[in-house]
């Protein structure tokens, strides 16, 4: 397992690294150490990791988008992607939240409630 400040590191590297891979039209590169990094992470993780799995989430989504000729993520275009993960990345770095908009419209597991059982959101109420 990664501890916060390694996997954090890793993130950055890989994001900064993708959006260089996709802006020089080498988008089969997007995604690589994406599987390697998901299983390093810890799934019992402190609320510092919460920004790790969103920018998991976006990464995710982005491999996603380039598998399905850049569909399904209504408001992020092809040429977007490099640029929100800059900013994931910068954000990461800098050890600040993940602010912005688009990004945690699509990609902030916390606001995804409707996906959750009764169960599930009654615990997630009772433990925050």
């Given at each position: 397992m990664l501890d916060y400040v390694e996997a954090k590191q890793l993130f950055v590297d890989c994001l900064t690294r993708d959006a260089t891979?996709?802006?020089?039209?080498?988008?089969?590169?997007?995604?690589?150490?994406?599987?390697?990094?998901?299983?390093?992470?810890?799934?019992?993780?402190?609320a510092e990791f919460d920004k790790l799995f969103i920018a998991l989430n976006f990464w995710d989504g982005w491999i996603d988008a380039r598998n399905h000729d850049w569909?399904?993520?209504?408001?992020?275009?092809?040429?977007?992607?490099?640029?929100?993960?800059?900013s994931i990345a910068s954000?990461?770095?800098?050890?600040?939240?993940?602010?912005?908009?688009?990004?945690?419209a699509h990609f902030d597991f916390r606001n995804r409630v409707e996906s959750k059982g009764p169960i599930a959101r009654l615990l997630d109420r009772i433990l925050r």
């Open positions: 891979a996709h802006e020089t039209g080498r988008f089969a590169d997007v995604g690589d150490g994406f599987d390697n990094l998901d299983g390093q992470l810890p799934r019992n993780h402190d569909r399904y993520y209504k408001g992020i275009g092809q040429a977007d992607w490099p640029r929100l993960a800059r954000n990461l770095s800098q050890d600040r939240e993940i602010t912005d908009p688009l990004v945690l």
